[in-house]
């Protein structure tokens, strides 16, 4: 049973335009977010996070919205360049602080950006 | 560069044997999660160590057992290798128990066992 879905495998966008990668979950008990982005050969990189008080939050190029009824999260890359070709992954973590039950992550989405 | 250092890089260990794998944390983390990561999947959490106890587990066997030490640094430990234990194995360090705090990942270690 997959509590953090990320439904497209892989997804493939021209440099320069937007990269919408998405995420839905099950579980109501979810109430903090993250993405993470990873290369090859290397640990995940923490991109951004959002927490469930909230709907937006941006940090430079990266957005992340989220839709807590429709339990869906998006992130949102503008503008998309070379170096974001890499694997994403969304990963949440529940209400009882996350920490002691860890993180559930997606199995990830592979964006490559076409130049 | 997330100060999150993991050791071996990579081995190979035959079924049934035991291995240890070393992690240490961020400077000033007091909280170490170790993760799975097989092939084509997102990485799932073994369990959690905050101020040298266990407070957190996922769904893996006790052969699955871990320490942390006083300064945070952290092993993993797993006894009777099996096939399906081949996989990239995350340390991840944050700061109490990741509360709504950033948690940073390691680079791994590559496990295969044949």
């Known amino acids: 049973d997959q509590q953090v879905k990320q439904n497209s495998p892989s997804l493939s966008v021209q440099e320069g335009r937007i990269s919408i990668l998405n995420c839905d979950y099950t579980n109501s008990m979810f109430d903090y977010f993250l993405w993470y982005k990873k290369y090859p050969a290397e640990g995940p990189t923490f991109l951004i996070s959002i927490s469930s008080i909230k709907d937006k939050n941006e940090d430079g190029r990266f957005t992340v919205f989220l839709n807590k009824s429709a339990k869906h999260l998006s992130l949102h890359i503008v503008p998309s360049q070379p170096g974001d070709s890499a694997v994403y992954f969304c990963?949440?973590?529940?209400?009882?602080?996350?920490?002691?039950?860890?993180?559930?992550f997606g199995k990830g989405t592979h964006l490559i950006i076409q130049p | 560069e997330t100060g999150v250092t993991q050791s071996p890089t990579h081995l190979i260990k035959t079924r049934g044997q035991q291995v240890t794998l070393r992690c240490s944390s961020q400077s000033g983390h007091n909280t170490v999660s170790w993760y799975q990561q097989a092939l084509g999947q997102g990485p799932q959490f073994i369990f959690q160590y905050y101020r040298e106890e266990e407070n957190g587990r996922g769904n893996f066997p006790p052969r699955f057992s871990g320490l942390q030490f006083p300064n945070y640094s952290s092993e993993l430990n797993v006894n009777a290798l099996e096939l399906d234990d081949s996989a990239l194995y995350l340390c991840?360090?944050?700061?109490?128990?990741?509360?709504?705090?950033?948690?940073?990942f390691g680079e791994g270690s590559w496990l295969t066992v044949v």
């Open positions: 991840a360090s944050s700061l109490d128990q990741g509360r709504g705090n950033t948690i940073y």
């Open positions: 990963a949440a973590s529940a209400k009882r602080g996350g920490g002691a039950d860890g993180l559930t």
